[in-house]
């Protein structure tokens, strides 16, 4: 049975030399290192693959007058003649082209916000109508009712968050977010064992909202982050924007009774939507892999009884990326 020997070069000095015997089941592969017969063989390699029953567009693809030298000209000289060629510049030129992988682009927030309005309007009807009056009623035995203004200055009025948003580039976010709950003040007072006081307060407030963040020096990564230092030096601030929709339900009682018995009773409720303007800053430190903690600020103008509602709000969360 007839035996065809070729060669394929894969450097200078290395051949890889093919003895074909029969059917290509059969087909018999060795490596040597002489270099006198390559041409020879190089040509005998050009017929055997002439006469393979293969269509003409894969055998395109094997044809080695387009293959590249040297690794040098791939980058170089690419496909040549609408031929597909297999060549190193079909690869990224740097590792920057590839996408982030590691971190991801999407993200969740999940943390705690403490609003700080300002409360004027409703902590002026409490000094009329109860602390004022009880002031001069029982001297030295009343004490001021506790209220929403005590509840914020204490730092108590902390509502959850959860958020989700997405990375636009390097230096741009975008999110949005819920919030919500409840809050309920009791107050209640004896006088002389005969007059009791109650007033009490409560509020269920949920919240919507989105912000853009801006990145003036990049968004920060937490690849290399392994200490607290390096955690800090790589920590980044943001400027943000952002408007929130909230619907407030509230109520509030202050009733007296002599004996047990209700002598005076006064309330107020409402009910109301409101919308608001949110501009900000954030800081951002890196923990390490795809998570990182948040601290926010911003001040809130709302459409509607601004001197109610409208003051600072504060932020702690934490952020995962996926």
Request: hydrophobic fraction near 40%.
């Amino acid at each position: 049975m007839p035996v065809s020997r070729v060669a394929l070069c894969l450097g200078p000095l290395v051949y890889i030399s093919v003895a074909v015997c029969g059917p290509p089941s059969h087909s018999v592969i060795a490596v040597g290192g002489s270099r006198g017969s390559a041409a020879a063989e190089h040509g005998a390699l050009r017929s055997l693959l002439s006469n393979l029953s293969m269509p003409s567009s894969l055998r395109d693809e094997f044809r080695f007058g387009t293959w590249p030298r040297t690794p040098a000209n791939a980058w170089r000289d690419g496909p040549r003649q609408g031929r597909r060629t297999l060549g190193l510049s079909t690869l990224p030129e740097r590792a920057s082209d590839q996408p982030d992988v590691a971190q991801g682009r999407w993200f969740f927030d999940f943390g705690i916000t403490q609003y700080w309005p300002r409360l004027r309007p409703s902590q002026k009807l409490i000094a009329d109508r109860i602390t004022g009056p009880n002031r001069l009623l029982f001297p030295g035995q009343f004490h001021d009712v506790t209220t929403f203004r005590d509840a914020r200055n204490d730092g108590t009025l902390l509502l959850p968050f959860v958020g989700v948003g997405r990375d636009l580039s390097d230096a741009w976010s975008l999110s949005g977010y819920i919030t919500g709950g409840s809050r309920r003040i009791d107050n209640s007072q004896r006088f002389n064992g005969i007059v009791t006081l109650r007033a009490d307060f409560k509020a269920d407030l949920f919240a919507f909202g989105m912000k853009a963040s801006l990145y003036p020096l990049g968004r920060p990564t937490g690849d290399a982050v392994e200490t607290l230092s390096q955690a800090l030096k790589a920590s980044r601030f943001s400027i943000d924007q952002g408007f929130e929709v909230e619907y407030l339900d509230g109520h509030g009682v202050g009733e007296v009774r002599v004996l047990g018995i209700p002598v005076s009773r006064t309330s107020r409720s409402y009910a109301e939507w409101n919308v608001s303007y949110n501009p900000g800053l954030s800081w951002e430190m890196p923990l390490g892999g795809r998570w990182s903690f948040l601290l926010g600020a911003s001040y809130h103008f709302h459409a509607y009884r601004p001197t109610e509602f409208d003051g600072w709000n504060f932020s702690a969360s934490v952020r995962v990326r996926f």
